[in-house]
């Protein structure tokens, strides 16, 4: 089962920030937080992911609170094209396969 | 450039008449896996091959099986589809630097989207 608890649903004006809670509560020492998309009709992509430090890319940036219950991703200007289902997912290190939750619906509205 | 190459993109199949999903990459990593998403759902993991290490999940039906002859093909087989088989299904690769190393990224494929008729 998954370890993290989403919002169903969310939308957002383009040009804004879209910020996608995730909690878990229940996350071990070495387990990292990750995040991943999916387009309508296509493959999960990857975002980006961290382990108790707040990380950035091309992409996103992650926050992630001190005692590592729960984070957020941040798309800083949204754009239509970011209209997803985001799933968050908490992994072990090394080859474990990824358990996805239910996501965000995120939509992106002109 | 594709990276993690998934065909056809669309299969349509008879009620229990086998189908075989190929998948294929060219990332050179020794990891790779098969979900099933049925429509409105999150993918769930069928299995996967740790380099020629095959992992099956427990509640994977023994309908379902894979082969990978080498690193970069791996097949999905589907001995007798029934109508509840009907779904898309993800490959994805991923290379772990060793055992027990930093988590890694997943690259997915496109993925199949398989009709039973």
């Known amino acids: 089962d998954a370890k993290t608890t989403q919002p169903p649903s969310m939308d957002c004006a383009e040009g804004r920030a879209a910020n996608l809670p995730c909690n878990h509560s229940?996350?071990?020492?070495?387990?990292?937080v990750y995040w991943y998309r999916q387009i309508h009709s296509q493959g999960p992509q990857y975002i980006i992911h961290?382990?108790?430090n707040n990380e950035t890319n091309e992409m996103a940036s992650l926050i992630i609170t001190e005692d590592r219950k729960s984070s957020t991703l941040i798309l800083p200007h949204a754009t239509l094209r970011d209209t997803a289902v985001y799933y968050c997912i908490v992994t072990v290190p090394g080859n474990t396969p990824l358990v996805f939750g239910k996501g965000t619906r995120l939509s992106v509205i002109a | 450039d594709a990276m993690v190459i998934q065909n056809p993109r669309y299969q349509v199949t008879q009620f229990g008449k086998p189908v075989t999903l190929s998948c294929s990459q060219t990332?050179?990593?020794?990891?790779m896996y098969w979900y099933q998403q049925k429509s409105s759902q999150a993918p769930k993991l069928l299995f996967h091959y740790y380099d020629k290490d095959f992992n099956n999940e427990a509640d994977t039906p023994d309908n379902f099986q894979s082969r990978r002859p080498n690193t970069s093909f791996c097949f999905l087989d589907i001995r007798s589809p029934g109508l509840g088989d009907a779904a898309m299904y993800l490959c994805a690769t991923s290379r772990p630097r060793d055992r027990g190393s930093k988590a890694e990224t997943q690259y997915f494929g496109p993925g199949t989207r398989l009709l039973v008729l």
């Open positions: 229940t996350i071990s020492g070495n387990e990292y």
């Open positions: 990332l050179n990593h020794n990891v």
């Open positions: 961290g382990l108790k």
